[in-house]
């Protein structure tokens, strides 16, 4: 059963059988964030334009089209995001099967964080040393016990090859990215820039050695659509789960972004960044993985794929 223990009227914890899951919190904590760092970045942009009107007035216009950007974007942003949720009948479908996937996969347990917005289907991430198991409620709600298994596995795949380690690689590279964008737009221009006009070339620095880097993440996401299915021994399972992600991600997309022109003026951030291979390939290559005969006393599928090792 689930403990939740209460700490000042809010659950420090809530557990159910081993897992961890994060406690429930308000979509407005988020929703505040958000909404800050919009006004955050327009107030970046308008000094942009200001400090270098007498100067570096294309600059200044540039960099505060890229706030602007931004700020739209965030906004946009702030109104789709939720809140993170708890229910018991999610800790009864979820536990156990993680539990399983992990002992499998000879990987520890990550902690568990449903949110009920649509932003992402399913990932996992670190915070503070900790691995995060991030799931969509929703999304979770649309899929079946299988689909739900299948997708399971696909990211315990990403923590027992210890994937997240690229993901901070990719952070830290971007940065330096980042970094030596806004110095040598400084050194071109005779370093007399406002700050925000540096922030602005990091930011488009950032975005381009980003979708660089995005495209050797692809890698890992086909091994782990490959070893997820050998995981839960259900390749079909997993195939119709991306699906339904798909569907679920264009949904989320167009409520972001919004029909053309929106989608036009909130470009580049609109575009999709190239970290996955395009969903049609990736479940044409499962569809493609037939299940074999289960041994004597087994009722779940099995595939002949290679064993999942840390």
């Excluded at 820039?193 to 990091?202: D, R, T």
């Amino acid at each position: 059963m689930s403990e939740q223990p209460v700490s000042n009227g809010e659950p420090s914890a809530v557990r159910f059988r081993g897992v961890e899951f994060q406690p429930p919190r308000g979509r407005m904590r988020f929703r505040g964030r958000l909404w800050f760092n919009s006004v955050y970045f327009l107030a970046l942009g308008v000094w942009a334009v200001a400090g270098s009107w007498h100067q570096h007035r294309v600059l200044g216009l540039v960099a505060g089209l890229v706030y602007l950007e931004l700020t739209l974007a965030v906004f946009r942003v702030s109104t789709l995001v939720g809140g993170v949720v708890y229910r018991e009948e999610l800790g009864e479908r979820i536990a156990p099967v993680l539990e399983d996937l992990c002992t499998r996969a000879a990987c520890s347990l990550p902690k568990v964080v449903i949110r009920d917005d649509a932003v992402r289907a399913a990932s996992v991430r670190k915070s503070r040393g900790r691995v995060l198991l991030v799931l969509s409620g929703p999304y979770v709600d649309q899929v079946d016990d299988r689909q739900m298994r299948a997708v399971l596995a696909h990211e315990v795949v990403h923590i027992a090859r210890d994937d997240l380690n690229w993901a901070k690689a990719r952070v830290w590279l971007s940065l330096t990215f980042a970094a030596a964008g806004g110095i040598t737009l400084g050194s071109l221009a005779g370093g007399d820039l406002v700050l925000p006009v540096y922030g602005a070339a990091g930011l488009v620095a950032l975005m381009v050695a980003n979708v660089g880097l995005s495209t050797f993440n692809r890698r890992l996401e086909r091994r782990a659509d490959m070893e997820g299915a050998s995981l839960c021994g259900d390749p079909a399972a997993l195939a119709s789960a991306l699906g339904v992600a798909k569907t679920f991600s264009d949904e989320a997309r167009l409520r972001l972004f919004g029909p053309r022109p929106w989608r036009w003026i909130l470009s580049p951030l609109s575009w999709r960044m190239p970290t996955h291979p395009p969903m049609s390939d990736r479940i044409l290559r499962l569809s493609e993985l037939v299940p074999v005969k289960p041994p004597a006393g087994m009722t779940e599928p099995t595939v002949p794929l290679p064993e999942v090792t840390q």
